[in-house]
Structures are given as C-alpha cells and as structure tokens.
C-alpha cells in the first residue's frame, strides 16, 4: 500500500468528481484509481469497502471514495476524499440552481446535457462489465447477482435487497478460512467522537439563530440515515418532507432538481444543494448539503474502523461475497434504468458506442466527458 499525502488524495478525487456521472458505477473508477493505478489499497481491502458501502446508508460511490481516505489517511483523509469527490457535483447544481431560481429556463440547461446523458448509459454499462467478469466465474455469485437484479426490478426496497442477499450468501457460500483475528489492532472511535460533537454544535448554533436552517439540516440528515440502497433511496423521502409534508416547494419544481442531479456529475442525492438553495439560499444549500451526507459518512468512519476487526470472520467472509455480487446486478439494473431514460436516435445510438468502446479501451473518463459535452454544445442545442 502507499500512503498519498492529503493534498494529492484531494485533488485526484476532485478530478474524478468532475467526471462523476453514472452514480455507483463510479466505484468502477475509484477502483482504477485507488488500486491499479496509485496502489494506495489492495484489491482485497477495496472490495471490503464496497461491501461496507452496500450495507450501510448513503450514496454508494461517496462512500467508497470515503473509505479509500479513510483507510490511507485516516478520518482527516476520509473528509478530504469524501469532500473532494463531491465539491464538483456541489458547484454545478448550486450554479445551475441560481440561474433556475433567476430565469427557470431550465430546458435550455438541460439541452445541453443532453449528449451526456447519452454517455452515462455507457459509464455504468462498462461498470457493469468490470464488476461482472469475476462475478460470472463463480456459481454462487452469478446466482446472487441474477436474484439482486430481478429483486430491484421488481421494485424491492433495497435494504431489504441487501438483507436477502445477505441471508442467501449465508446459506449458498462455505467460507470456513476466517478466523477471529485476535492480532488486529483496537477499535480507536477517538478520531470519530469529535465530528458528533461538531454536529451538535452546529445544529445547536442553527437552532438559536435561523431555524429554518435547522430545520432543513435536521430533516436532510434524517433523510440520510434512513437512504438505504444508494442515493436514489433518498428522493421519495425528500419528497414527501418537503413536499407532502411541509409544502415549501411543489412537486414540479422538486422534479427539477432531480433533473438538474441527474444531468450533472455526482450523486442523484445532491438535489438537497436544489431545495437547500431554493428555500435559503447559499447558506441553505450548503447546510442541506453538508447535512444529507454527514450521518453516512460518520457510519463509513465507524464501519471501517471496525472491519479489521471482522474482516477474517467467516460470516463476513460470505457477506462481502453476496453484497459484491448484489452490486452487480445493481449495475445491470441502473444500466437499463438509464437506457431507458433516453429518447434514442440514431446519433445518440453512435455515441454511446463510441463512448463504451472508448471506456473498454480505458481511455481516460474525464477526456469522455469533455468531449461528449462539446458535441452536446453542437449537436442537441
């Protein structure tokens, strides 16, 4: 392993969280990153995040990128990743949600996605691909990943997708080379401890002079504990807060923002920075922001120090063998979903060949980016 000072951990994933559409299947991308590319993890240590990152809330691809600082720098490393990976996806919705709020010409912003929408059905197809090809190796998991796949098409709740995938990889897999490792070292939650007091201390100040504010950070951060099964979890929750049940934005408006989530790098969650925004302004945003991703990223911090410690259990053993091929068939899942999603034509078919070759290739993410939103500048305008 090699441990990357913060400022080069920082900046490689803000380059990445400029090219981060695609949702979890960016993971694919961090992989490359963090594991073949700096050697900063092992691929047996990876895949522990990812399995990690599938069982607990929150977008999948901001915890694995959570993990990777976790695990090389520490909880300071684990905020500089985390921040650093969603920083671009931040400032393309705050920017777009100013001109939203100022002239709603959002069709006119959303044509110029247009061609990256096109590339992010080849983003997660190659995803889906990477993640696949040990899968279908083993019996067993092509089994679990067939069961994840026509689990979420059918529309299950994916914490309960995670805990029949769970309870299937317990009875299918015989893992018997764990052991308890004694040798690994003590569960340290000193470095965890102050971020809850930083918390505490924010809702209090929040509390005492805007709640409006409080109110936003209280309810995004309950959203957030309960977004079992990535990102997408989260928009019925948000909708029925802010919408349903408060009435401070209509349901037109909120789809907006999910739009402008969709259109832009990151996360589909970041359409709290949306609400936030609409609601206060940029101090709304950036406290929504902040505050739907802070519970699972605290729950990333808790659940890495402790894998060490499970890592050679025979139940985790299996688990992490069922919650990776789960992911698979999540992949296979949301590449339909996104196909799905776009009008084709012929044009649009061209490209998206182009850019899943490309990616098989292994030609750069961002240069794919880049030029799919020139062309989309020239061609869907």
Known sequence: ??????????????????????????????????????????????????????????????????????????????????????????????????????????????SVFTGLQV????????AFLSFAKPVIKSKGETVVAIFSFLLFLLKINPFLIIIACFILSQLIFRDKTGSDNKNAKKINLRDILPIFFIVFAGLLFLYLFDKTLFNISLIMMKIDFFAFGGGYASLPLMLHEFVD????????????????????PGPIVITATFVGYLL???????????????????MMAFASEISEKIRDS??????????????????????????????WNWLKILIVSISFFALFKRVNILYIVITGAVISVFLFN
């Open 119 to 126: 590339i992010v059905v080849a983003i997660v197809a190659n």
């Open 1 to 110: 392993m090699v441990y990357p000072k913060l400022i080069h951990l920082f900046i490689s994933f803000l380059k990445l969280g400029f090219t981060a559409f695609g949702g979890p299947a960016m993971v694919a991308y961090i992989k490359e990153l963090a594991v073949e590319k700096k050697k900063w993890l092992d691929g047996k240590t990876f895949q522990e995040g990812i399995a990690l990152a599938q069982a607990i809330p929150g977008a999948t691809a901001m915890q694995v990128a959570a993990y990777v600082g976790l695990k090389t720098r520490g909880i300071i490393g684990g905020i500089a990743s985390f921040t650093a990976f969603g920083l671009p996806a931040f400032l393309f919705v705050l920017i777009l949600s100013y001109f939203y709020a100022k002239t709603h010409t959002i069709p006119e912003v959303i």
């Open 245 to 264: 049940r408060l009435h401070w934005i209509d349901g037109k408006t909120f789809m907006d923002g999910i739009a402008l989530g969709q259109i832009t």
């Open 280 to 298: 206060k302004g940029l101090a709304g945003a950036t406290v929504a922001t902040i505050s739907i991703f802070t519970p699972s990223f605290i």
């Open 314 to 343: 025979n139940i985790f053993i299996r688990a992490k063998r069922g919650l990776l091929a789960s992911f698979s068939g999540l992949l296979l899942f949301a590449t339909i979903k996104f196909a799905q999603s776009v009008d």
